[in-house]
């Protein structure tokens, strides 16, 4: 058979950026674990413009490698590890030791009964308690926005059915926040969900994340893909807040300053009728994209 059509049952995505000293070693462990797992496998390294060995190194080690001309980012590399994928479930782990591959077999494990499993690290995985800390605020406001337990929101480690992760390929961004669109994306259109524990390791190398920058990107994505799929979890809040605030200011000019109710109060008030309307129409609008997307698949 011809290689570019053959067929895996498991493809394994690894995205690399100046990863050289331990990529080679990750993809000979993730091969070891899926050798003993017994079923059939791919692992494909995207080296997402490395100044150094990293895609020599995955290639003698065994993976597939398909190298950026450049950096475009940790998303576009998973992205094009998507579109690359022949197996029918995909693995996607980090090319910096954070993740162990003798966790992949419990992830596949359990998504034989969910559409997307991720490994949600416990507190003895290895992080800077300023991490940790935000991590737990995305997972609140995350919850909150799905409607639904998020536990590890921007944890990149993850199995899921490859159709599935092939129809938000475009909704991805071309950084790090992926992980973050894929699982609001994943549970807002109604797929299943589940978490495993795993404790992650110390990473190898020096971090790509810039807290400042790529922490207000997390939150402009969970905003984002809410407004995408489920646009009053937004619009009705705010709705709320200006109605509540026009009203309260115009009783306390009333009660308390002896005045008229006054066009700040009545402004606040047409905005927020505005607003709710404005997310009324934004939720019918994602109800028939949803619509006209499921009837592709």
């Not at 419990?106 to 009964?113: A, D, F, Y």
């Not at 605020?137 to 998020?150: D, E, L, S």
């Amino acid at each position: 058979m011809n290689d570019a059509l053959k067929t895996f049952q498991i493809s394994v995505v690894i995205p690399a950026l100046n990863e050289g000293e331990i990529i080679a070693s990750i993809v000979r462990q993730v091969r070891e674990v899926l050798d003993a797992h017994g079923q059939s496998y791919e692992v494909i390294v995207i080296d997402d413009g490395s100044s150094d060995e990293t895609a020599a190194q995955a290639r003698s080690a065994g993976a597939d490698v398909y190298s950026h001309p450049y950096n475009i980012g940790n998303g576009a590399a998973v992205k094009s590890g998507i579109r690359l994928a022949r197996g029918k479930y995909l693995v996607l782990m980090d090319g910096d030791g954070q993740h162990n591959p003798v966790d992949i077999p419990r992830l596949l494990e359990k998504l034989e009964s969910f559409d997307m499993v991720v490994g949600a690290r416990t507190p003895n995985s290895v992080a800077t308690p300023q991490r940790k800390w935000v991590n737990r605020i995305y997972n609140r406001f995350a919850t909150y926005m799905c409607k639904h337990r998020i536990e590890d929101l921007t944890s990149g480690f993850r199995a899921i059915s490859t159709n599935i992760a092939s129809q938000f390929v475009s909704l991805l961004p071309n950084e790090f926040s992926y992980p973050t669109t894929i699982t609001m994306a994943v549970v807002r259109s109604g797929y299943s969900l589940a978490y495993i524990p795993i404790t992650t390791n110390s990473r190898i190398g020096r971090s790509k994340i810039k807290p400042l920058r790529d922490g207000s990107r997390f939150f402009m994505i969970i905003i984002k893909i809410a407004t995408l799929f489920s646009p009053m979890r937004v619009f009705l809040p705010v709705s709320a807040f200006m109605f509540l605030a026009g009203l309260g200011y115009g009783l306390f000019r009333i009660l308390f300053m002896g005045g008229r109710y006054g066009p700040t109060s009545a402004m606040l008030i047409t905005m927020s009728v505005v607003v709710f309307m404005v997310g009324l129409v934004s939720e019918q609008v994602a109800q028939q994209r949803f619509d006209r997307s499921e009837g592709r698949h």
